[in-house]
Antibody
Framework: EVQLVQSGAEVKKPGESLKISCKGS????????IGWVRQMPGKGLEWMGI????????RYSPPFQGQVTISADKSISTAYLQWSSLKASDTAMYYC????????????WGQGTMVTVSS | QSALTQPVSVSGSPGQSITISCTGT?????????VSWYQQHPGKAPKLMIY???NRPSGVSNRFSGSKSGNTASLTISGLQAEDEADYYC?????????FGGGTKLTVL
């Protein structure tokens, strides 16, 4: 089955680091972009950034530039979203999703990873 | 890049038609035909309903249609059904990134 499978829920403390993952299966991982979308509790969708696993070309939305790092390992068809120092305001559901070109719609989504940051 | 503007909520009765607007600027909605619409039920991941302004992915009901005029895109749902009750988000490409709308809660009365 063509799908994106994300890593499980995380509970972390402020200041800790975190890397969550998104694994693609049953499609050519290097032929599609992978984007990350944040949804804070009770709020709307926010486009964070996108990566092309084929050559690691990465773009970030200005509010997220410098706050997170998006990366990918094409050898294992996996994209990552990483924080070096979490804040309570990072508490949210994070979705990965794929699109064929960077301007395209996200045609397939992962199930989401809930990140909770609390002291 | 500001979020696109959507009404907070819309409602309609079964069988009726509703339209959700998505207002941007000449730098996003008005500049590109890369407007998409997503449906999100509570606790679920979003689902693509419309891409490139008016195209429906395979498997999406033809009750869903999209259009654009100037800086405003619209999603129309005809023949409302109870299962259409959900949050709807528009998005648009702009200057190498994508921006979402704030979302609209559709209530089927």
């Amino acid at each position: 089955e063509v799908q994106l499978v994300q890593s499980g829920a995380e509970v972390k403390k402020p200041g800790e680091s975190l890397k969550i993952s998104c694994k693609g299966s049953e499609y050519s991982f290097i032929s599609y972009w992978i984007g990350w979308v944040r949804q804070m509790p009770g709020k709307g969708l926010e486009w964070m950034g996108i990566i092309y696993p084929g050559d690691s070309d990465t773009r970030y939305s200005p509010p997220f530039q410098g706050q997170v790092t998006i990366s990918a390992d094409k050898s294992i068809s996996t994209a990552y979203l990483q924080w070096s120092s979490l804040k309570a305001s990072d508490t949210a559901m994070y979705y990965c999703a794929r699109c064929y070109d960077s301007h395209d719609a996200f045609d397939m989504w992962g199930q989401g990873t809930m990140v909770t940051v609390s002291s | 890049q500001s979020a696109l503007t959507q009404p907070v909520s819309v409602s309609g009765s079964p069988g009726q038609s509703i339209t959700i607007s998505c207002t941007g600027t000449s730098s996003d909605v008005g500049a590109y035909n890369y407007v998409s619409w997503y449906q999100q039920h509570p606790g679920k991941a979003p689902k693509l309903m419309i891409y490139e302004v008016s195209n429906r992915p395979s498997g999406v009901s033809n009750r869903f249609s999209g259009s654009k005029s100037g800086n405003t895109a619209s999603l129309t749902i005809s023949g409302l059904q109870a299962e259409d009750e959900a949050d709807y988000y528009c998005s648009s490409y702009t200057s190498s990134i994508v921006v979402f709308g704030g979302g609209t809660k559709l209530t089927v009365l």
